[in-house]
């Protein structure tokens, strides 16, 4: 089965900085990646999502990556600000043409000012 | 207002008196599901439904039960909880044929 790891548990940064969190699977490469943010005790809430023939997508201030031969994707937030700091979590479907997701264990990302 | 909803958002109950969290959803979706989410362990998948009366286990189902008498709600059943059962639960739903998935506020379990 797919496992995720997402390399930091924390990361801190100063305000107006860009902030870039990885995501790592191992096995197959999925068709489709998603991103989530969490708040402290609320549901996450989906960011973007990016397919296996994107190598980048961007949403306003944010910057999603994927590379299928490193088994990586790099999520940005550019010219980060306090409202930022939340936990990001990536997330894959289970198997192939699954439509269970598995969830990486979340970065949390804290911006200082 | 699109939404997931799940009631109680808290619960503290004593170990075997059983217990249902509701989850209800207005977007029409055909595909539900339940987490639980633990420090350290992330969010795993205890149930889910691709469609009404069609479901089937996740990661950790066991200690739970579900139905899927109707397509908008999702309940989920401890018919004898445990301390391990303590924890933070999430019901997401996604329309059929996308990937995005719309979660609930959650609910907070205390099993003592």
């Known amino acids: 089965s797919q496992k995720i790891e997402q390399n930091s548990e924390a990361l801190n940064i100063q305000e107006g900085k860009t902030a870039t969190l990885t995501c790592n699977y191992t096995?197959?490469?999925?068709?489709?990646l998603q991103w989530y943010r969490q708040d402290p005790g609320r549901g996450p809430v989906f960011l973007l999502l990016i397919r296996e023939n994107e190598k980048e997508k961007r949403k306003e201030r944010l910057k999603v990556t994927f590379d299928t031969t490193l088994k990586q994707s790099l999520f940005h937030i550019t010219a980060s600000q306090p409202a930022d700091s939340a936990t990001y979590l990536c997330?894959?479907?289970?198997?192939?043409?699954?439509?269970?997701?598995?969830f990486g264990k979340g970065t949390k990302l804290s911006v200082i000012p | 207002e699109a939404q997931v909803t799940q009631n109680p958002r808290y619960l503290i109950t004593v170990t075997g008196k059983k217990l249902t969290v509701t989850c209800s959803q207005n977007?029409?979706?055909?595909?539900m599901s339940w987490y639980r989410q633990d420090p350290g362990l992330g969010l795993r998948q205890i149930y889910y439904s691709m469609n009404v009366e069609v479901t089937d286990k996740g990661d950790v189902p066991e200690g739970y039960k579900v139905s899927r008498k109707e397509k908008r709600n999702f309940p989920l059943i401890l018919e004898s909880p445990s301390p391990n059962q303590t924890s933070l639960y999430f019901c997401?739903?996604?329309?059929?044929?996308?990937?995005?998935?719309?979660f609930g506020p959650g609910t907070r379990l205390t099993v003592t």
């Open positions: 997330a894959l479907e289970v198997g192939a043409g699954s439509y269970q997701l598995t």
């Open positions: 977007m029409n979706h055909e595909y």
């Open positions: 096995n197959y490469s999925p068709a489709y």
């Open positions: 997401a739903s996604r329309r059929q044929g996308t990937y995005e998935q719309y």
